[in-house]
């Protein structure tokens, strides 16, 4: 038999199924093939069919090589619908509050399971980059968010989209510009000391906090998950001199703050649901007692900031929660 009379057949398993995706003449392109297709992520398996042809009517097929794996199942970060959302005109209106708050809420899925704050987000081109990659999160929400513009000011959406486009585009373009750009270091210093070397180069009032906002979160998406950045965050916040950079402890702090399952985290295990909305009340007026599986040390830490107003917006998202549950 000749070489001409044999062809390997390259199948993908899909949703239980086996379908072609090449037809090749060797066995060592075929193998070639296959490990491309396995190195994807959505390849369930892939199989070599080695087919062969005697005569004009008699034909033999045999698998040469089948390998199946695990695939990483899609995580659901579909947006979560809000009813109304800040209209933001300039870019430096999507780094405040208002704005920032709305992210948390409409991203919630996707910030929650990363365990990062809107504040990250906006200030580590990574993590924006990670973001923007995701196939429709991002345009889903600005569907929403132009929509919701459109109702409250009698205009097309179209053009809120582009608004909001533009504004996106220019948000990651000057997170990409300061990612290569040196910065004073957190580590072995302080905010303070953050702002003060800050001020003596920059000029300009919102670039100096916006490359104090990046320093603080070059830092921070380096602390493992929501427990550990308030860990770091909230002694910070006892020894902070500068008011600036009190602002934005409790910036960060507020994000982290609304998601929905930190306090809990926090103040430990509630006999049940009464008992658990009556401990954050305490935590407000800085009066909670550390339970079972309580964070202890960050209890006893926001015990003291919220009664000394040291965190005025984060307990004011903390009162916000319980008053929610």
Same mark, same amino acid.
């Given at each position: 038999m000749n070489s001409g009379r044999v062809k390997f057949e390259v199948q993908v398993s899909k949703a239980n199924k086996w379908h072609i995706s090449d037809v090749l003449p060797t066995?060592?392109?075929?193998?070639?093939?296959? =490990?491309? @297709? @396995? !190195?994807?992520? =959505?390849?369930?398996?892939v199989r070599i069919i080695k087919e062969s042809h005697f005569g004009s009517d008699n034909?033999?097929?045999?698998?040469?090589?089948?390998?199946m794996k695990e695939i990483d199942k899609k995580e659901d970060f579909s947006i979560t619908p809000v009813?109304? !959302?800040?209209?933001?005109?300039?870019? +430096?209106?999507?780094?405040?509050?208002? !704005?920032?708050?709305?992210?948390?809420?409409?991203?919630?899925?996707?910030?929650?399971?990363?365990?990062?704050t809107p504040l990250e987000m906006l200030h580590s081109h990574k993590s924006?980059?990670?973001?923007?990659?995701l196939d429709s999160m991002v345009p889903s929400a600005v569907d929403k968010i132009a929509s919701l513009h459109a109702r409250a000011t009698s205009t097309d959406s179209r053009k809120r989209k582009d608004i909001i486009?533009?504004?996106?585009?220019?948000i990651a373009a000057?997170?990409?510009e300061i990612d290569s750009k040196p910065l004073p270091e957190l580590k072995g210093s302080s905010l303070d000391d953050v702002w003060a070397q800050i001020d003596s180069k920059v000029a300009d009032e919102n670039e100096r906090r916006y490359m104090a906002n990046t320093a603080l979160v070059r830092a921070s998406v380096q602390w493992t998950g929501w427990l550990g950045k308030m860990a770091e965050l909230l002694p910070m916040a006892k020894t902070l001199k500068d008011q600036r950079a009190r602002d934005m402890v409790d910036e #960060?702090?507020?994000?982290?703050?609304? !998601?929905?399952?930190?306090?809990? =985290?926090?103040?430990?295990?509630?006999?049940? #649901?009464?008992?658990?909305? #009556?401990?954050?009340?305490?935590?407000?007026?800085?009066?909670?007692?550390? +339970?079972?599986?309580?964070?202890?040390d960050l209890v006893d830490l926001l015990n003291v900031l919220f009664t000394a107003e040291g965190l005025p917006r984060a307990k004011k998202f903390c009162s916000t929660v319980s008053s929610a549950i």
């Open positions: 066995e060592e392109a075929a193998k070639r093939k296959a =490990d491309e @297709l @396995l !190195a994807l992520k =959505d390849t369930e398996g034909r033999r097929e045999s698998e040469i090589f089948k390998e009813d109304d !959302a800040p209209l933001c005109e300039q870019v +430096s209106e999507y780094y405040e509050t208002q !704005a920032r708050t709305t992210m948390a809420r409409v991203f919630s899925k996707y910030l929650e399971k990363m365990e990062m924006l980059k990670r973001a923007l990659n486009y533009a504004a996106i585009d220019r000057r997170a990409r #960060m702090m507020s994000d982290i703050l609304i !998601a929905k399952t930190v306090i809990k =985290d926090v103040i430990g295990v509630s006999k049940h #649901m009464g008992d658990a909305i #009556m401990r954050m009340l305490d935590l407000v007026e800085g009066k909670c007692q550390p +339970s079972k599986f309580a964070v202890e």
